[in-house]
Each structure stands twice: as C-alpha cells, then as structure tokens.
C-alpha cells in the first residue's frame, strides 16, 4: 500500500502564491505517475496536472497551464504543487493522487488540502 498526504493550503489572495506538498509513505517503490486533481465545493474533482515518479514528463491542464508547476523530490518521497498568479476560481479542495500504472485511474489518493483564493 501507498500513503499519501497533502499539506500547504490555505488562504491567499489573487495574485499570490502556494505551494502544496504531497509526501508518499509505504510501497512508493511501486510507483509510476503522481497526479494532482482539485474539487470546487458542488463541482466534479477535476484533473490539475501530472508527473512521473522519476520527476519527468509533467503535464497540465489548459486552465492552470503558465500559471502551476509540478515537481518532485525523490529523496524526499515528496511531490510538490506551485501555484503562482492565483484566481478566486482556483479555490477547491486539492488532492494528490499515485498510481503504479502508465495509463488509466489512479490507486491512492491523499485527503486532500484546502486552497481559498480570496478576491
């Protein structure tokens, strides 16, 4: 099994900045793609970006595309989120999520940390 767990949200207004980190414990021997999603409060969980494990290949989703970057510290079991230039329509709940496949759904996910973009 894989444990993930999220931390860095909180409250930032427009323009500024966050940083979440997601830390993997357990089998992360086993994995292949980390991914980030995010969930407005009454909407679906939508798709952020992704990465390797190895830290290659990051890849994003139109709406965040400039603005985030994904990176990863294998040393530290850690996947990282920047978030620059934020907008109020960023605000969700965001999880990290891991998957030993190259393709398809993700196994593990984290519990997901708060990101409030004030206007």
């Known amino acids: 099994q894989v444990q993930l767990v999220e931390s860095g949200g909180g409250l930032v207004q427009a323009g500024g900045s966050l940083r979440l980190s997601c830390e993997a414990s357990g089998r992360t021997y086993i994995l292949y793609r980390m991914g980030w999603f995010r969930q407005a409060p009454g909407k679906e969980r939508l798709f952020v970006g992704g990465?390797?494990?190895?830290?290659?290949?990051?890849y994003y989703d139109e709406s965040v595309k400039g603005r985030f970057t994904i990176s990863n510290d294998n040393a530290k079991n850690t996947v990282y989120l920047q978030m620059n230039s934020l907008k109020p329509e960023d605000t969700a709940v965001y999880y990290c999520a891991a998957t030993p496949s190259a393709g398809g759904e993700y196994d593990y996910w984290g519990q997901g940390t708060q990101v409030t973009v004030s206007s």
């Open positions: 990465i390797r494990w190895s830290g290659a290949g990051a």
